[in-house]
Each structure stands twice: as C-alpha cells, then as structure tokens.
C-alpha cells in the first residue's frame, strides 16, 4: 500500500518530445512537491502546491509545467526535451508545510538521447 | 536563506566501527531538520527529525542525532556499523513559512561499510 508513488519508474526519450509524469500519495496530506536530483545526486526543489495551489516555483523553466487536479495527485508535464533535463525526478508529500516529513516517492529515471 | 553543509561526500567505515556524518545548518528561524537515506535506485526514507524538544533524537535502523544549537549542527550517529548501513545519507532543513516548507538538502554523504 504505497504512500506516494510515481509512474513511470523509467522514462527514456528523444530529444523535443513531450512527456508527462504522474504522482499520487494516499496520506491525506495537502502539500506536494517536485524535486530533481542531479547526477551528483544533488536535491533540488522544483515545484510545490498546498489544497491544489502552487506555492513555489523554483525558477524553472516554464517547459516544465506542474498539474494539480486535486490535493491527492500532482503530476509533471515537460514540453520539448533537452538532455539536460535528464535526472531523477521525486514526487513528495507533507503536511503541516514542512513542520512534519516528507515522504517521497520512487523516483523517475528521466534519460533524454 | 536557509542553507545545509555536509562535510565529507563520501565516508568509509569498517562494519561494527561508529558511524559519524556530520551537517551544519543555517537557519534564521528555530530549525526543523531531517536525516535522510537512499539506497540505490530507491526514493528518500526518513532516519529521523528534530522539530521541537528533545535535542537527541532516536531514529530508525539505530540511528540518532544531536540538534546543537550553539554549534549549528544535527550530526548523525550510529555505535555499530552494519553492511546493510551503505546508502547515500541526506541532511536537510526545512523552509517553513511562506515557502510551503519545502526541504533544502545538504550534498549528500555516501556511507561504505568495509566487511
């Protein structure tokens, strides 16, 4: 019974496609996150929304777009590939906006040739 | 700005020998800090927090941590390291407020258990 999971585990894609990924937590909570870990393995916050509004935008580029159609599920859509965009994208959860921990997905293995 | 430092990005310890990561922190407001693990090709898995209280705090796996105030700090301890320990070890703080408490990571310390 997984908390927050994220499809899919893997994502391998040309460059300039369009792609989507999808998160859903069952833990009621009403903060989610984006963030993306780098090759050094380096974490980094992308996006937040709180009851569906988004709260941070962490200057990222307007081809990554975050969807919230509710406070269960927070899905990430990116337009037009770079193979920099390549990394390990975390969906998380939290509640009380970071007063408590944040649990966290799988992970996406993004892998842009 | 809040920031985290952890110093070392990658410890060696023999199994049964003390584990010691350390994290400095800077905060402008009271912190909330977490300890992290990944093993690989997995998500991130809460080891501990310190929110309010006590300052030592207990985690899983046997793992603890000590919030310093006077020293910034939130190392992460462990008496004896098991080979099931290695895993990439993450400090964090988080940003409460108006920033939706987003969590702002140290660099990550990779641990090595040596048979």
């Known amino acids: 019974d997984t908390a927050v999971s994220q499809t899919p585990k893997y994502l391998v894609t040309q460059m300039g496609n369009d792609k989507s990924i999808k998160c859903e937590q069952n833990l009621g909570h009403d903060t989610m996150y984006w963030y993306k870990q780098d090759s050094k393995k380096f974490l980094k916050i992308m996006f937040s929304?709180?009851?569906?509004?988004?709260?941070i935008n962490e200057t990222v580029p307007n081809r990554f777009s975050p969807k919230s159609p509710d406070k269960a599920h927070l899905n990430l859509h990116i337009n037009s590939l770079e193979l920099g965009d390549s990394a390990v994208y975390f969906c998380?959860?939290?509640?009380?906006?970071?007063?408590?921990?944040?649990?966290f997905g799988q992970g996406t293995r993004l892998t842009v040739v | 700005a809040q920031s985290v430092t952890q110093l070392g990005s990658h410890v060696s310890v023999s199994e049964g020998a003390l584990v010691l990561l350390r994290c400095n922190y800077s905060s402008s407001v009271p912190p909330y800090l977490f300890w992290y693990v990944q093993y690989p090709n997995q998500g991130l898995q809460l080891l501990l927090k310190?929110?309010?209280?006590?300052?030592l705090v207990k985690g899983i796996n046997g793992f603890e941590a000590e919030f310093k105030k006077s020293e910034t700090s939130f190392h992460l301890t462990k008496p004896s390291a098991h080979m099931s320990d290695a895993a990439e070890y993450f400090c964090?703080?988080?940003?409460?407020?108006?920033?939706?408490?987003?969590?702002?990571f140290g660099q990550g310390t990779e641990l090595s258990v040596k048979p």
């Open positions: 929304y709180n009851n569906k509004e988004l709260i």
């Open positions: 998380a959860s939290s509640q009380d906006r970071g007063r408590t921990e944040a649990f």
């Open positions: 310190y929110t309010t209280g006590a300052t």
């Open positions: 964090a703080v988080s940003d409460i407020g108006n920033q939706g408490g987003k969590l702002i």
